[in-house]
């Protein structure tokens, strides 16, 4: 059974920044360091939208709403996947997740983020 515990999540002012972790952890080893991964948000009353990916490789991508501002990087030692937000906007304000790409493991309880103006 393979868990994600998010965590790094708060209040902030806008402009400000915040590190999201995200821990992997169960019966499949090194789940950071096989899968392309990803943060993905929900808004109140939206759909989780994926925010950035890291492949297995390294190579990341962002949605065109936090590129430049928001960056993504792992740990493979730690199985730890982290999200550096910086320029926070109002926007901004959801719960995040971790997850593959492709959603693939069961998902976690996220972290809030609330950004105020």
């Known amino acids: 059974q393979v868990q994600l515990v998010e965590s790094g999540g708060g209040l902030v002012q806008a402009g400000g920044s915040l590190r999201l972790s995200c821990a992997a952890s169960g019966s499949i080893v090194n789940i950071v360091n096989i899968n392309a991964m990803g943060w993905f948000r929900q808004a109140p009353g939206k759909q989780r939208d994926l925010v950035a990916v890291i492949s297995g490789r390294g190579s990341t991508n962002y949605a065109d709403s936090v590129k430049g501002r928001f960056t993504i990087s792992r740990d493979n030692a730690k199985n730890t996947v982290y999200l550096q937000m910086n320029s926070l906007k109002p926007e901004d304000t959801a719960v995040y997740y971790c997850?593959?790409?492709?959603?693939?493991?069961?998902w976690g309880q996220g972290t809030q983020v609330t950004v105020s103006s």
């Open positions: 997850n593959a790409e492709t959603g693939y493991y069961p």
